[in-house]
């Protein structure tokens, strides 16, 4: 297309499942569509290009996505002889893991294209123009980050506040569950003067609060400018000093990646938020040998035990994953013995779904289904008072909230809290944008409520 040719303006669907990776993902390729003339349209019958942006981590997901693509069948039809076609991409790790195989399976899909492949949509979605089915999923091997070009400056003005930087990639630890070594593939660490100069461009366009994204977040390392290696605490180190960065968090962590530099950035840098997602996934030590976690719940209590000690309000959230192959009656109850001791500030819980290709598929003694299903309701009756009882502990305490958005009734804005938590508070719009101490007063099942503690240091 020369360069001089008018755009031509057409909207872009794009749905999200599963992880931050795939919802920061999401942006990106919205960002990236954008100069190429595609807007977002509010619903997917509106689009010109639907993306499904998949996930791979759950038991018949691949089926699910073949299941959504045969309800775009009519659209998809109604439209293939107009001069408008519906043009349909499955992204995500689904895409990866099924490559081709998906334009066996079904002739809706013009575009299959893997995580590490997006900064290639403009052409590929140029070649499908042209009437090509196009694939691409392979990982790359010269310039790893590639696709994570940094955002332009006017997609960064509409992220807001808050925003997603993806520092890691892939993941080598191979828990004998899990897909995600295979679908994102090996361990790797993007460049620190790459980051830095990403969040500096954030802060500079309004970023207050910057999370840092990888599917091992904390297995980052890589090199200081002076030539030493370092892992993540320096990372975050550095961007605590970036002017108008407020908080910073990283997630997912494994605890293995959790060294003594990280916990102590947790007490040195009032900037790093005290809230920490570390997935334990099980209690038991045999369970978590048989999924190759490589720690022990001992390990993973004195871990808690390190990060309490360097920033004594740290609140905690974890996965747990019920009905692992093996997982015997004790087993769990020494997972619910690890949750009481622990006292999460909130949790995840999956029951165990067998996928293929990981070895985990392969054990023997699968737990019944129904064993599965009783074992998740005991394990989220206990976690379920644990956050009502963390939320409650809120009352009467002042935390700095920044604010981000109106809230839902005139006259209330709405924050978060360091721990995640939204915070409604009575304020003016001018708050917006800015942090301020907050005495809690009430709490409902997943909000809090409050009021500015200092109401004399507000703007007018
Ligand atoms: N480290 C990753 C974990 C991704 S998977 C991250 O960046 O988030 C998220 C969670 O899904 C895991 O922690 C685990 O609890 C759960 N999970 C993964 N594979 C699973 C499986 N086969 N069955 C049930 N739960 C699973
Ligand atoms: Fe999956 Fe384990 Fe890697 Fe997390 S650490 S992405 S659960 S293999
Ligand atoms: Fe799912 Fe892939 Fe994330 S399998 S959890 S979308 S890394």
């Given amino acids: 297309m020369p360069d001089d040719a008018p755009l031509q303006r057409r909207k872009l669907f794009i749905k999200s499942f599963g992880c931050q990776m795939n919802a920061y993902d999401a942006q990106r390729m919205a960002d990236m569509l954008r100069p190429e003339g595609y807007e977002q349209a509010q619903t997917a019958q509106d689009a010109d290009l639907i993306v499904l942006n998949t996930c791979h981590i759950r038991e018949r997901a691949t089926e699910k996505v073949y299941s959504e693509l045969g309800m775009l069948r009519e659209m998809k039809d109604q439209r293939s002889m107009t001069a408008n076609p519906l043009r349909v991409a499955v992204a995500g790790c689904v895409a990866q893991a099924e490559g081709a195989e998906i334009f066996r399976r079904t002739d809706l899909v013009d575009l299959v294209v893997g995580p590490q492949s997006y900064h290639h949509l403009p052409q590929q979605l140029r070649d499908v123009a042209r009437g090509q089915r196009v694939i691409e999923t392979e990982f790359p091997v010269d310039d790893k980050f590639a696709h994570l070009a940094a955002p332009q400056p006017d997609a960064i003005a509409r992220r807001g506040l808050s925003a997603f930087v993806t520092v890691q990639e892939g993941c080598d630890k191979f828990c004998s569950f899990c897909v995600v070594p295979y679908t994102r593939g090996m361990e790797v660490s993007r460049p620190l003067a790459a980051i830095v100069a990403e969040v500096e461009r954030l802060a500079q366009h309004g970023v207050r609060e910057i999370t840092l ?248």
């Fill in 213 to 460: 994204l990888g599917q091992n977040v904390n297995a980052w390392h890589g090199l200081a400018a002076d030539g030493r290696k370092i892992g993540l605490a320096e990372v975050l180190a550095r961007l605590a000093d970036i002017s108008g960065i407020l908080r910073l968090r990283y997630t997912t962590s494994h605890p293995l990646d959790m060294d003594a530099g990280l916990i102590a950035a947790h007490r040195d840098l009032p900037q790093l938020m005290p809230f920490l997602h570390l997935p334990v996934q099980s209690g038991s030590d045999a369970v978590l040998k048989a999924m190759n976690r490589r720690h022990t719940s001992a390990d993973y209590l004195d871990l808690v035990t390190r990060l309490r000690q360097a920033r004594p309000d740290i609140a905690l959230s974890s996965d747990f994953i019920v009905g692992f192959p093996g997982e015997s009656e004790a087993d769990f109850a020494a997972t619910l013995a690890l949750v009481e001791a622990v006292r999460f500030a909130s949790t995840f819980f999956f029951k165990y779904s067998a996928r293929p290709g990981t070895p985990g598929a392969d054990l023997p003694d699968q737990v019944p289904e129904d064993v599965k299903i009783e074992r998740l309701a005991r394990l989220q009756q206990l976690v379920e008072a644990q956050r009502h009882a963390f939320n409650a502990s809120m009352i009467g305490k002042s935390l700095p909230v920044l604010f981000e958005k109106p809230g839902r009734h005139a006259g209330q804005v709405t924050g978060k809290s360091p721990f995640m938590q939204p915070v409604h508070v009575e304020a003016s719009p001018s708050t917006i944008g800015q942090q301020f101490d907050v005495i809690i007063t009430s709490t409902s099942t997943n909000s809090l409520f409050g009021h500015i503690a200092a109401p004399s240091k507000l703007p007018d």
